[in-house]
């Protein structure tokens, strides 16, 4: 009862530490994010009035607007978490996924990783659905990771949305090989991260399943199958 109580007083502490360092990175990308999306429109208004059209220049330029908003988002979200002051609304869930495919998908193609997704069903859903994307986000980094830090041939994620009477289903899954017992043991923890730590903090898990546990009523497993692994997102429907 001691262990867990203090266990508990631990978890806050981290989550008061968490909130800070959320309101620092907001207040300190503000304005860099701004500046960018100022120097795009300079840039394209350059380019409009010499006349000059290059689509590939065109196609880039929106995709830095779209990531620098994705980014100004994602940083709302999780202040949004830690606020607990949004509103839910009511979406359609296969827009939510490919918000979030399309947004992970550039940096999935420079690395040759293939991605499949079965967005089949049509599912509209309420729940907060930018923080649904963000969960998306991490899955699918971890997934590219994990493909990565092996070398994986034929590298490829599938992402599915299937339904039952009771939930939507969500499930992330990637050919790397699959996780040993002792990192599946530890996999949700705060902090533990098999990374090097200049290239993650072990919060992106941790983050994900208590967003999902907390927020959105939902549930986080991960099991491994055929020759890797599978995140499993449950949604409630009512």
């Given at each position: 009862?001691?262990?867990?109580?203090?266990?508990?007083?631990?978890?806050?502490?981290?989550?008061?530490?968490?909130?800070?360092?959320?309101?620092?990175?907001?207040?300190?990308?503000?304005?860099?994010?701004?500046?960018?999306?100022?120097?795009?429109?300079?840039?394209?208004?350059i380019l409009y009035d010499k006349g000059i059209n290059e689509p590939l220049i065109e196609e880039k330029l929106l995709e830095i607007e779209a990531l620098t908003k994705y980014m100004s988002n994602t940083i709302d979200d999780f202040r949004g978490y830690f606020a607990q002051n949004t509103l839910k609304t009511k979406a359609n869930l296969n827009e939510t996924?490919?918000?979030?495919?399309?947004?992970?998908?550039?940096?999935?193609?420079?690395?040759?990783?293939?991605?499949?997704?079965n967005l089949m069903i049509d599912a509209q859903h309420e729940c907060y659905h930018g923080e649904l994307k963000q969960i998306i986000i991490v899955l699918l980094n971890n997934a590219k990771d994990a493909l990565l830090n092996r070398n994986t041939y034929n590298a490829k994620i599938e992402l599915e949305l299937t339904e039952?009477?009771?939930?939507?289903?969500?499930?992330?899954?990637?050919?790397?090989?699959?996780?040993?017992?002792?990192?599946m043991s530890k996999i949700f923890e705060?902090?533990?991260?098999?990374?090097?730590?200049?290239?993650?903090?072990?919060?992106?898990?941790?983050?994900?399943?208590?967003?999902?546990?907390?927020?959105?009523d939902g549930s986080l497993n991960v099991k491994n199958?055929?020759?890797?692994?599978?995140?499993?997102i449950a949604l409630p429907k009512e």
């Open positions: 009862m001691f262990d867990e109580i203090q266990r508990e007083k631990i978890d806050a502490e981290k989550l008061d530490s968490l909130k800070s360092m959320m309101d620092n990175i907001a207040h300190q990308w503000r304005q860099p994010l701004s500046q960018i999306n100022s120097s795009v429109s300079m840039i394209d208004k996924l490919q918000d979030a495919i399309e947004m992970f998908k550039p940096g999935l193609q420079e690395k040759s990783i293939t991605l499949k997704a039952n009477e009771s939930e939507y289903l969500i499930a992330i899954c990637d050919n790397a090989g699959g996780i040993t017992k002792s990192v705060p902090y533990y991260t098999t990374k090097h730590k200049s290239q993650g903090t072990g919060l992106g898990l941790y983050m994900a399943k208590k967003i999902l546990n907390e927020r959105l199958q055929n020759d890797g692994s599978c995140f499993y």
